[in-house]
């Protein structure tokens, strides 16, 4: 069935940085849409940054613009969060996500199973 996999999360110091990675199989990676999203302890999912399939045009929550970097290689089925000057407000378990490309709007549809990031000195 349909996967997504991330990876590269951990501890970091403010002001650190880490990059996730999400590897994505048993779909066809490059019509998808790709996104980020995180859940803080007690708080909502939030979504972070999306990245769309044909145009690869990017968009990031307030909370992370000029910070956070997603982009995408079709080639090795991975979309990544490049996170700089990282807060503590960061910390939270990161999940990537998938929707069809062809589709405007609507929910996503296949996600990973997250990976912790913790900002903290």
């Known amino acids: 069935q349909v996967q997504l996999v991330e990876s590269g999360g951990g501890l970091a110091q403010p002001g650190g940085s880490l990059r996730l990675s999400c590897t994505a199989s048993?779909?066809?990676?490059?019509?998808?849409?790709m996104s980020w999203h995180r859940q803080a302890p007690g708080k909502e999912r939030e979504l972070v940054a999306t990245?769309?399939?044909?145009?690869?045009?990017?968009n990031y929550a307030d909370s992370v613009k000029g910070r956070f970097t997603i982009s995408r290689d079709n080639a090795k089925n991975t979309v990544y969060l490049q996170m700089n000057t990282l807060k503590p407000e960061d910390t939270a378990v990161y999940f990537c996500?998938?929707?069809?490309?062809?589709?405007?709007?609507?929910?996503?549809?296949?996600w990973g199973q997250g990976t912790q990031v913790t900002v903290s000195s």
């Open positions: 990245i769309t399939a044909f145009t690869q045009n990017t």
């Open positions: 996500a998938a929707k069809s490309g062809w589709r405007v709007g609507g929910e996503y549809e296949y």
């Open positions: 048993r779909f066809t990676f490059s019509t998808y849409d």
